[in-house]
Each structure stands twice: as C-alpha cells, then as structure tokens.
C-alpha cells in the first residue's frame, strides 16, 4: 500500500534533501533586487531576487547584513553568495545570502553614492553655507601625517609666500581604520581649544581604497560642523572625496592648498606700498588746498583791516538809527493828529448820541404816563385796595363789612362798605 505523507513529513523530505546537495551548500545566484524590506525588528532583511523568467526568495540575517557596506535597493543587480534550503512554515525554498556585491559598480562605490545623497539631502553640503578664507591668516591649523610630504609642502610654501604665519599641525592617520575618526577629532581641536583663522585638512595622492577614510561620515559631519574655514587638501586630480564636498574650499594638492591660503608677501608688500604712495599723495593734495585757503584767508580786506569793517558797520547802525528815529517821529506826528480828528468825531458822535437818548427817554416817559394807572386819580378818581394791597375792579368781590382803602392823588383814605350793591349788566 502507497505511503501517505503529512505536510510536514513530505516538506521536511524535500528540505532534507535539498541541504543534503552538495552543489546547493553554497550558491551564487545573480538577480535583480525587488521587495526589499527595511530591516524587521531583528535586524533581518527579507528580499526577491528575480530575472525575466523566475524568482527566488531570499534572506539576510542581522549577522551578515550589519556586515554590508551599502544598503540593498530595488533595481540593483548583484550576486548572492549562500546556501538554498525550505523554510517549512512557509512552504518555500529560499536562499539564506551570506554575502551580496553588486555587479559592476564596486560595494564601496555604491555605499559612498548612499552617503552622499544622504549627507547632501541633509545640507551639509550646501554652497550657501560655505565661509570666505581670511585674506591675511596669521595662524594656519594643518591636519595631515606628521611624516608625510603634505606638511613638508605646506611648510615650504608657507616660508616662501607668507613666513609670518604659524603653522599648527595636528598629527593624524591619513589612511587605514580610525583615520576618519581621528581627523575629525583635529577639525574638533581647532574649533574648541586651539583657535586657527584657517584648517588644512588632507594628504599627498593615492588609491581610491588609501583615500578613503576621507569620505568617513564622521569627518564630513565635523568639517560642516565647523566654524573656522577648512580647505580640504586631498592629493587627487580628478576624484572627489565627501571631505572636499563638505569643506569651504577644495584644493588638488597640499600645495596648492598652501598656495591659496598663504598670501603672497612680495603682493602683500606692493599693496602696502601702493597704500602708502596713494596716503602721500593725497597728504600733499590736502596740504595743498589747505594752503590756498590760507592765502586766500591772508588777501581777504576783513582780515588784513579788521576794524575798517566795523567801522563801515558802525556808519551804517548810526544811519539806520537815525532814519529810525526820524521815521518814529513822523509815524507818532501823524498818530496824533489822527487821535485828535477820532477825538472829535468822538466827542460830536457822543452829544448827538445823548440827545437822541434824551428824545427816547422824554417819550418813553409820556408814553409810560399815559399807561399809569394812578395818572387818572388827578382826574377825580380815586383806586381801591383791600386789606392785602390787593385793586379792587368788582364791586362783586367787596363784602359787607369790608375794610378798603381809597387811593385819591394826594392821599388815601380808610373806609368800610356799609352796603354792596350789584347792578345788572
């Protein structure tokens, strides 16, 4: 009877065999990279690796892949070195890589591409931000091999173009592990405890791999960080480093680093004594018209006679004083004959104002008398108050027995109504 096998048993078969391969121990598979993960919480990194007629799922576990020099990314072609075994919880065959390098492009080459479009993604090297060099720097911080030729070169253009300046050298290893991380540590140096108007950071010309420490994150993060101009100085002609995209200024040489930051004293000399003619000749020119001032000053007739100006001056006060005075007089002359002509029209305004007042006033009075009341007692009338002072004009309002009083024209009389009679109107 034909034996029935279980999922597992027949998966386990399959891998068992498949690891028994000798040709399938250790692979190498060239494909296109697809679906890579970012690294799990393991550190693991899960990937395809595909052609135009198959896939292959694959693997990188943390131990291998913290070894990589250059993050994996769609789209790359590379060669994977492993083994190829069955991963049973999932049913499928995968390749567990070991190693990856990408085909034609070096690792190296792709990992300082990584860098820098991350470095240049974060502004370090921005063009806004690099700094002017000093024209004149009286201290220079160098940081290259102590026995190299760089410094020697620096040193002897230095004495050449610009002896007056100091030379600060900051030993480092220019190549090899650590180097970076000891450059870095001269740029730092000068910022914080040795203060240089300038750095030179860089060494004498070698292979892409001898050169490489020069393009070490750290360093290029210490040179941006940095706020003294640095110079980056790396023996070579035609490739860049990230340490020359990250300084203020790149130079092909040490010496023609030298070159650039050390001034030329003959030039420097020459400008002095450019300065010093140009001073001169303006002194002379100012001395000059300083002088013709002067003469112009000693011709001046105020100068040469002071007083005969006063006394013009003097001549003319008196005259003004008198055409002053006449004119004062004249002004007060005609003032009183016009106060004396207001006088009169004021005085006959006046009288004429008084008489017609006198004529409203004798008017008003006739008028006022013809309105009195009492006028009419001269008459034979007589007004009749009562006890309040009160005109009696009713004899309706009048009580028997009443007290009044008889208002006559030259006197009053006191009296009581005996009787009160009404007529009928």
Same mark, same amino acid.
């Given at each position: ?76 072609? !590379?060669?994977?070195? $492993? ?27 792709? @990992? ?107 360093? !290029? ?8 101009? !640095?110079?980056? @100085?790396? $023996? ?21 680093? @030298? ?61 003004? @004083? ?78 028997? $027995? ?24």
């Amino acid at each position: 009877m034909e034996r029935i096998y279980t999922v597992a048993e027949l998966t386990g078969f399959v891998k068992s065999y498949i690891e028994a391969s000798p040709q399938l121990k250790s692979v190498s598979v060239k494909g296109e990279l697809s679906n890579v993960s970012a690294p799990s919480g393991r550190g693991h990194v899960f990937f395809t690796l595909k052609d135009k007629d198959a896939v292959l799922r694959a693997v990188m576990f943390k131990s291998r892949a913290e070894r990589l020099s250059f993050k994996p990314e769609n789209g790359m072609t !590379v060669i994977c070195n $492993g083994r190829i075994s069955v991963y049973p919880a999932g049913g499928q065959y995968l390749l567990y890589a070991d190693s990856i390098t990408v085909e034609g492009e070096g690792n190296l080459f792709i @990992a300082l591409e990584q860098l820098k479009k991350k470095l240049a993604a974060e502004g370090l090297f921005d063009t806004a931000k690099k700094k002017r060099l000093p024209k004149i720097p009286m201290r220079v911080g160098v940081i290259t091999s102590a026995t190299g030729a760089a410094v020697q070169d620096i040193i002897n253009v230095a004495g050449r173009r610009f002896p007056a300046a100091e030379i600060v050298l900051y030993p480092s290893l220019v190549q090899g592990a650590g180097a970076a991380e000891m450059l870095a540590s001269g740029v730092r140096y000068f910022n914080q405890r040795h203060p240089v108007d300038v750095i030179i950071i860089g060494r004498g010309g070698g292979s892409v791999e001898e050169l490489w420490e020069f393009n070490g994150e750290v360093l !290029v993060r210490a040179i941006a960080a940095s706020h003294i101009p !640095v110079v980056s @100085a790396v $023996g070579h002609e035609t490739d860049f480093t990230l340490c020359d995209f990250a300084a203020d200024l790149r130079a092909p040489t040490p010496s023609a680093a @030298a070159e650039i930051v050390f001034p030329d004293k003959a030039d420097i000399l020459r400008r002095f004594e450019n300065a010093r003619n140009r001073m001169s000749t303006l002194i002379l020119q100012r001395i000059s018209g300083e002088r013709r001032v002067l003469a112009a000053l000693a011709a001046s007739p105020a100068l040469r006679s002071p007083t005969a100006g006063f006394d013009d001056k003097r001549l003319r006060i008196a005259d003004l @004083a008198d055409r002053m005075e006449s004119s004062a007089r004249t002004s007060l002359a005609l003032s009183g004959q016009g106060v004396t002509r207001l006088g009169e029209r004021l005085e006959t305004a006046t009288v004429s104002r008084l008489k017609l007042t006198k004529m409203r006033i004798s008017a008003l009075k006739e008028q006022l008398l013809l309105l009195d009341p009492l006028s009419v007692l001269e008459r034979g009338y007589a007004a009749i108050f009562d006890t309040e002072g009160n005109a009696v004009t009713a004899a309706s309002s009048i009580k028997k $027995g009443s007290s009044l009083t008889l208002r006559l024209a030259d006197g009053a009389v006191k009296a009581t109504a005996d009787e009160v009679e009404l007529w009928k109107k």
